[in-house]
């Protein structure tokens, strides 16, 4: 194994914890008490997927990049605002960059999986985008709904 093949390995695995504890995460917005350490984790794998990403070989600024800088400001917002989630305003912040953030490493794993896995390759094939783009529009829907009722819970439990 060389080691860019396992520097590969490391990274998807922790990319693929991220996106798992993003998702218990998530649907712990919906508590009151959610679990500090479901949201520690997601943001510390998060932030470790994009850290990892720039260790790749790149001659150039690459979209992967953009994606890595704007996950790493969107997790600076989401834990300074988790850190004072107790005002209504920084919980709806908390919440809006959190899931922002998972929408992230989802998107890249979706693209990822269509270039990587030979099932998704043959339903997309590298010069037909229309599967692909058919799926994140499918998987933005259900995070702008997700966070619309996130929203709506969280304000309501601060009026509460």
């Known amino acids: 194994m060389t080691l860019l093949v396992a520097y590969t390995v490391i990274h998807v695995t922790i990319s693929l914890i991220a996106i798992a504890a ?3 995460a ?3 917005l919906h508590r009151v ?3 500090v350490t479901v ?3 997601f943001g510390t794998m998060t932030l470790l997927t994009s850290l990892t990403g720039f260790g790749f070989p790149a001659t150039q600024i690459t979209p992967a990049h953009i994606f890595g800088f704007i996950s790493i400001a969107l997790l600076a917002t989401a834990f300074f605002a988790y ?3 107790a005002v209504r305003a920084w919980s709806v912040t908390y919440i809006l960059a959190a ?3 998972q929408y992230l490493n989802v998107v890249v794993l979706i693209v990822q999986s269509f270039q990587k896995l030979p099932p998704l390759q043959a339903i997309a094939p590298p010069d037909s985008q229309l599967p692909i ?3 994140q529009i499918a998987v933005a829907i259900g995070f702008i709904l997700f966070s619309a009722r996130a929203v709506t819970l969280a ?3 601060a009026l509460a």
Do not use: D, E, I
């Open 83 to 85: 850190s004072r989630r």
């Open 26 to 28: 998530m649907a712990q």
């Open 99 to 101: 899931v922002l953030a």
């Open 155 to 157: 304000r309501k439990l």
């Open 22 to 24: 993003g998702f218990v």
């Open 133 to 135: 783009a058919l799926v």
């Open 39 to 41: 949201t520690v984790t």
């Open 33 to 35: 008490h959610a679990s």
